[in-house]
């Protein structure tokens, strides 16, 4: 299931957070964070590797 897919099935206020949010993580170039979507569609999940951070 692809990010935008998940993103349409919620309410409009959380897409705009969640999008907010996501452009947050992309901005913290030195980080590198790589967005996960679980098989079921229900849970994104933010994750920077080489820092350890999730």
């Not at 990010?3 to 996501?22: H, R």
Request: glycine residues 8%.
């Amino acid at each position: 299931m692809a990010f935008n897919d998940v993103l349409a099935k919620m309410p409009g206020e959380f897409q705009g957070q969640i999008l907010e949010t996501n452009e947050y993580l992309y901005a913290l170039r030195p980080m590198r964070f790589k967005r996960v979507l679980d098989k079921n569609g229900k849970k994104i999940t933010y994750v920077a590797p080489e820092y350890g951070v999730s």
